[in-house]
C-alpha cells in the first residue's frame, strides 16, 4: 500500500505562484510515474503533468510553459511548480502514483484545493 500527502495549496492572484508538494510513503517500486491531476466539480478529474522515475516529464497543452513538474526519488517527493496562474487552473490538485508488477497499481492523494482569483 502507498500513503500519497499533498500540500502547498491556496488562494493565489491570477499571475501569481504556488508550488505544490506531494510526499509518499509505504510500498514504493524503484521505477513508477508520479503525477498530478485536477478536477473542479462537475467535471472529470483531468490530467496536468507526470514524471517518472529517471524524470522524463509530461504535460497537459493547457499548462505546457507555466508547471514544472520534479522529483526526489530518494525522499519521494514530487513537486508542481505553478508560475502565471490563470483563474482557470483553480480546482482540486491530486497527487498521483502508478506503479506495476505483475498488477497496476494506481494510489491518489487526499487533494489539495488550488483557488486562482482574477
Known amino acids: 500500500q502507498v500513503q500519497l500527502v499533498e500540500s502547498g495549496g491556496g488562494l493565489v492572484q491570477a499571475g501569481g505562484s504556488l508550488r505544490l508538494s506531494c510526499v509518499a510513503s509505504?510500498?514504493?517500486?524503484?521505477?513508477?510515474?508520479m503525477g498530478w491531476y485536477r478536477q473542479v466539480p462537475g467535471k472529470q478529474r483531468e490530467f496536468v503533468a507526470s514524471?517518472?522515475?529517471?524524470?522524463?516529464?509530461n504535460y497537459a497543452d493547457s499548462v505546457k510553459g507555466r508547471f514544472t513538474i520534479s522529483r526526489d526519488n530518494a525522499e519521494s517527493t514530487v513537486w508542481l511548480q505553478m508560475n502565471g496562474l490563470k483563474s482557470e487552473d483553480t480546482a482540486v490538485y491530486y497527487c498521483n502514483l502508478k506503479q506495476s508488477r505483475i498488477w497496476d497499481y494506481n494510489y491518489w492523494g487526499q487533494g489539495t484545493q488550488v483557488t486562482v482569483s482574477s
Open positions: 514524471i517518472i522515475t529517471r524524470g522524463s516529464t
Open positions: 509505504g510500498s514504493i517500486f524503484t521505477i513508477n510515474t
